[in-house]
Each structure stands twice: as C-alpha cells, then as structure tokens.
C-alpha cells in the first residue's frame, strides 16, 4: 500500500525567506513522486516530479524537492519565496510499474506576507 | 495548446437528482481520470480510463456513480439519485499514457442542496 503524510497543514514565511513544505512517504514499490501546486478554484499545476533519475530534481517557479529513500522523505523547497507562491501544495505518491492513479497528501497552505 | 476542460464549472442541484459532468482531455492523451476532492482534503481517485475502456474503477464510491469514455476522448461521470454527501470539487485529469505526469481540469463543483 501506499500513503503520503504532509507534514505542515499550514505554513506561513515572509516574502523572500526559503519555503520548506515537508512530504514523506509509504510505498511498496519505488516510487514516483510529485508536487503538484492548487491555487484558489483553479485545478492542479504540475511543479515537479521524482521517476528514480537524479535524486534532486528541479522544477518550476525556482522549486526543487530532494528524494532521500533512508528517510522516506521528499520534502519540497525554494530559495526565496514570492507572493505569488502563496497557494495549496500537494505532494503525491504513485506506484510506476503498476497502478497509475495517483494518492495525494491532504495539502499544505502556504501564506506569504508581505 | 488548450488543456483539461471541464464543464460545467459549478453545479447546483438538488438532493436525488441526477447529474452528468463532462470532461474533456487534451487532444492525443490515451489515459483519463476523474477524482473527487472533498473540503480541506486532497483529491481522491475514482477511475482510470486507458482509451474507452475503464481500467480501473475501484474508487467510485457506489453504484450511484458511474462514468463513460464511448469514443475514447470526452468522459462523462454520471450521478444517479444525488446525496448531500456528494457535494465535492470533481477534478479529471489526462495524460498521453499512464506512465506520464497528470494534467489536470479546474474541476466541476457540484453542491447538493
């Protein structure tokens, strides 16, 4: 079985401080793993995605997330966050060589003050 | 190019009526899915159409749902007899196959009164 835990439902940073929105996860299999980004009533935007390539992957908006499989973690960051930022982030776990739907976290929301 | 589209973008309706939510994918992804996000939840999986067929149901919640891909492109998910409890953000998501990132629809929110 699969399972993703978002560790933060709420995080709150300053315009121009790092962003760390924290994501671990259960899988059975090697994982694939993303981050997808919700901003109000509007779907869901890809930032980034792990496939068991490079264990730190690059993404949109200057986003990054490391894969780090002795601690089941793959927690999503960015330098110097923006306004624009500010938004619900969600981390998702799928199975590659078997299932295809996706199991998401509940979502953490990112505020960033001005 | 153009991406998920779904209609319509809001729903209202009234408890045990029937509804029908279109989506309609990006032209050439084989693999479509529907989700359903509930209030401060993530979304969650209902079925997974790989061309017309449904390849995996397994998330729909009862028979009261139900979804159709006739041709392969545009799907229907079909609400029969609806319950307050059904009221959630309905999101469909594509992709060229099932081993490819999900593009996502802004979603259809149904509310039952």
């Known amino acids: 079985a699969q399972s993703v835990t978002q560790l933060d439902s709420h995080v709150s940073v300053s315009e121009g401080t790092p962003v760390l929105l924290r994501c671990n996860y259960s899988?059975?299999?090697?994982?694939?793993l993303f981050w997808y980004v919700q901003h109000p009533n509007k779907g869901l935007q890809l930032l980034l995605k792990?496939?068991?390539?490079?264990?730190l992957v690059k993404g949109i908006n200057g986003f990054e997330a490391e894969f780090k499989k002795s601690e089941t973690s793959f927690h999503l960051t960015k330098p110097s966050a923006h306004m624009s930022d500010a938004a619900e982030y969600f981390c998702?776990?799928?199975?590659?060589?078997?299932?295809?739907?996706?199991?998401f976290g509940t979502g953490t929301r990112l505020k960033v003050l001005a | 190019g153009a991406g998920v589209s779904q209609t319509p973008s809001n729903k209202v309706t009234e408890k045990g009526k029937y509804v029908e939510l279109r989506c309609d994918p990006i032209s050439g992804h084989t693999a479509l899915y529907w989700y359903r996000q509930s209030l401060g939840q993530g979304p969650e999986f209902l079925i997974y159409f790989q061309g017309t067929g449904a390849a995996d149901d397994s998330g729909l919640p009862n028979d009261r749902f139900f979804a159709v891909r006739p041709e392969g492109s545009v799907s229907t998910l079909k609400i029969q007899r609806t319950e307050r409890g059904d009221s959630a953000v309905y999101l469909c998501?594509?992709?060229?196959?099932?081993?490819?990132?999900?593009?996502f629809g802004d979603g259809t929110r149904l509310s039952i009164l």
């Open positions: 792990y496939t068991s390539a490079a264990t």
């Open positions: 899988s059975s299999y090697s994982p694939s």
């Open positions: 998501a594509s992709s060229k196959d099932r081993n490819q990132p999900q593009h």
């Open positions: 998702v776990v799928s199975n590659p060589s078997g299932t295809y739907k996706y199991i």
